[in-house]
């Protein structure tokens, strides 16, 4: 198939990926089978209840409303669920941490298998809705959380008054017991 336009838009296969376009180019949503990534670009909602994703449901806005059942790769990053206290190992390096239960731990791991030379970086990520999850980040014994405006803490708290849904924390390690914050969204309080 070389191409197709379907109400305004042009359907096109480039690369092994799906692209659906409107008539000046511009990619609206791009499916590549081979990796069962889906990128949307304005999405106002989107529904799908089978297949590559497993279970996607976006109700309004770009990623207004979320609900995962399996399976989701956003911005490239494959994403862990966590619903009770964790603690991370090399197997979760590069993974987005999702939570959505109230007084979560997730608790970094310290060490060399964790450097950012071997994938250690972790974005953990609010998944509830406003107000309704505390989730609290914690270096492990003797390691630290510095960037962003944290000088030094052993613990954040995305605090559940002021938390809203996609809060998120990006933080990577050099191999030492230092976890560096390079991104953050919302409100995460340091205790040290």
Do not use: H
Not at 57 to 83: A, C, E, H, R
């Amino acid at each position: 198939m070389s191409g197709a336009e379907i109400a305004n838009l042009k359907a096109k296969w480039s690369g092994g990926a799906l692209i659906i376009s409107d008539l000046s180019e511009n990619a609206i949503l791009t499916i590549n089978p081979s990796t069962g990534g889906v990128k949307l670009a304005n999405a106002g909602g989107l529904t799908i209840s089978t297949g590559i994703l497993g279970g996607l449901t976006v109700s309004t806005g770009i990623l207004g409303g979320l609900t995962v059942s399996s399976g989701l790769t956003l911005d490239g990053l494959s994403t862990k669920t966590v619903t009770s206290a964790v603690t991370l190992t090399a197997a979760d390096a590069g993974r987005r941490i999702s939570c959505a239960v109230d007084g979560t731990f997730i608790t970094l791991p310290v060490g060399a298998s964790t450097s950012i030379l071997s994938g250690g970086n972790y974005t953990v990520y609010n998944a509830a809705a406003a107000a309704g999850a505390q989730i609290i980040v914690i270096a492990a014994t003797g390691g630290a959380i510095v960037g962003c405006g944290i000088s030094t803490s052993n613990l954040l708290s995305n605090t559940k008054l002021t938390a809203k849904l996609g809060d998120s924390i990006s933080l990577v390690n050099t191999g030492s017991t230092t976890w560096y914050a390079v991104g953050m969204t919302g409100t995460w309080a340091s205790t040290t």
